[in-house]
């Protein structure tokens, strides 16, 4: 059964419409991936899911309940938790305040605690730059604590748009590694990326968008056997 479902969603912004009855399925345990080049309208979907703008039209449920009807803070606290493009992390404050920052939802402060010393196993560089501020951190390491800030909010399902922007080659593999890692150990996660082949790489299945519409959906393995379309869709990455 479906976790996340959206179905015929339609999204505009005034006379432009971004998303044109957009349908699609996140399953308990998946890694599903949102490819598509600039403008398909990839991040828009996530804003809407996580409310933080309205549709025109159709239905987004999550775990049976309507999501379209709640606003951003709502949202968050179903268990769906959004990473944005641009990382959104609090410049001013130091890696574990930031990371404190995720729980913001609960009060088990024990297994709060517990999450950090979690995180700070799997991602070793937040530990040794807990006491710096986040403005001071390199590009890959604010991806990392993004990652792990959303990780303390113990999200049911983890949105992510756009984790490799602006990263060097090597940091984007680590990444997608950590990624990978991440759902093996139980995290459900919707990805939205630019670099498809990297996306494909370690997503169960995806949906391949253009200009506001979904032009091909299947399990990740099929559709990097077929690179020809992929490549008319996406360009040569
Ligand atoms: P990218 O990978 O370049 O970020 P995307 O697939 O995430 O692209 P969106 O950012 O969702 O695409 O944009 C989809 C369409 O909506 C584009 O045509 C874009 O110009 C338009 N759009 C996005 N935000 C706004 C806005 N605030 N006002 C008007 N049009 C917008």
Redesign the pocket.
């Known amino acids: 059964m479906s976790m996340l479902e959206v179905k015929n969603l339609h999204?505009s912004?005034?006379e432009?419409?971004?998303?044109k009855g957009i349908s699609l399925n996140v399953k308990q345990g998946q890694l599903v991936s949102?490819v598509?080049?600039?403008?398909?309208?990839?991040?828009?979907?996530?804003?809407t899911i996580s409310g933080l703008?309205g549709a025109t039209q159709g239905s987004i449920t999550f775990g049976g309940k309507e999501l379209l009807k709640l606003g951003a803070h709502q949202v968050t606290r179903t268990g769906l938790i959004h990473v944005p493009?641009g990382r959104m992390l609090i410049e001013d404050m130091t890696v574990n305040e930031n990371l404190r920052a995720g729980a913001f939802c609960r009060n088990d402060k024990s297994a709060i605690e517990e999450d950090i010393l979690e995180v700070e196993e799997r991602f070793p560089i937040l530990r040794q730059r807990a006491k710096q501020k986040a403005r001071t951190l390199s590009g890959g390491e604010r991806q990392m604590l993004a990652i792990a800030r959303a990780q303390l909010a113990r999200p049911r399902l983890l949105m992510l748009?756009?984790p490799s922007l602006g990263l060097a080659p090597l940091i984007v593999q680590e990444m997608f590694r950590t990624l990978s890692e991440l759902k093996k150990s139980g995290t459900t996660i919707l990805l939205?990326e630019?670099n498809a082949y990297g996306a494909l790489a370690i997503a169960d299945y995806a949906y391949v968008?253009r200009?506001?519409e979904v032009v091909a959906e299947d399990t990740a393995k099929n559709l990097l056997e077929n690179r020809d379309f992929l490549d008319a869709y996406l360009g040569e990455q």
């Open positions: 999204v912004y005034g432009v419409k971004a998303v949102l598509g080049s600039n403008g398909a309208g990839k991040t828009t979907i996530l804003r703008i493009e748009d756009e939205v630019q968008l200009v506001g």
